[in-house]
């Protein structure tokens, strides 16, 4: 099972480019990348997922190594209302490990005025 | 369209009292169901995982237990709560494919004074 490490937490601005990295070292080859976000007292919400390269969503972009081992989760231009914690997720529900989806600690992102 | 629907929304219960948690899914059929809890300012702690009726796979012994008696229905309950059991409660649902992500209620505040 894939592991993930992120930092606990990060401060940005308003109007900033916020990337956020979490590091998976020994992801398997039918895990996907998914990333949510989370308010006080509210259930996680999907963001975005990739399998490798490039994607880019009306919300974020997601940029993953070729390596896979890592990826990076990028929010432009930031306002205070993105303020919330962000969880990197990395498992296959359709595969063998199917229900061993098991979240990081997260990163809590503060956006400041 | 896909809804998850967990109630209650808030819960104070005793020490030693029992527990019961619903979650329904509307919408699609024989989707993956989870729970997980959250400790105050603590991340996402998976406590059981269904793939289907009957069929619950436990991540951590405690005095938990879950049922599927129906395809989108899951529940939580416990016998006896403890002090321990406070937390923030949810329920997600993923279809079974490699990249589905989850998507999960809206959670159960459950206080045990």
């Known amino acids: 099972l894939a592991k993930t490490t992120q930092p606990i937490s990060m401060d940005s601005y308003e109007g900033q480019e916020v990337n956020i990295t979490c590091s998976h070292n020994n992801i398997a080859t039918n895990d996907y990348i998914t990333w949510y976000q989370q308010f006080p007292s509210q259930g996680p919400r999907f963001i975005i997922q990739g399998y490798k390269t490039k994607v880019t969503n009306e919300v974020a972009s997601l940029f993953i190594p070729a390596d896979r081992k890592s990826s990076t989760l990028s929010l432009p231009r930031v306002s205070l209302s993105d303020t919330a914690v962000y969880y990197c997720l990395v498992g296959a529900p359709g595969s063998s490990n199917t229900g061993k989806l098991i979240f990081g600690q997260g990163t809590t992102l503060q956006v400041k005025p | 369209s896909q809804t998850i629907h967990q109630w209650p929304a808030t819960l104070v219960q005793p020490v030693g009292s029992p527990l019961s948690l619903e979650c329904t899914v509307e919408?699609?059929?024989?989707?993956?169901l989870y729970w997980y809890r959250q400790a105050a300012g603590r991340g996402l702690q998976l406590l059981f995982y269904?793939?289907?009726?009957?069929?619950i796979s436990s991540e951590v012994p405690q005095n938990l237990s879950a049922s599927r008696p129906q395809d989108r229905q899951f529940i939580l309950s416990s016998k006896k709560l403890l002090l321990s059991d406070s937390g923030f409660y949810l329920c997600?649902?993923?279809?079974?494919?490699?990249?589905?992500?989850?998507?999960f209620g809206n959670g159960t505040r459950l206080t045990v004074t």
């Open positions: 919408g699609t059929s024989n989707p993956n």
């Open positions: 269904s793939v289907g009726i009957g069929q």
């Open positions: 997600a649902w993923s279809v079974h494919s490699y990249n589905s992500p989850l998507h």
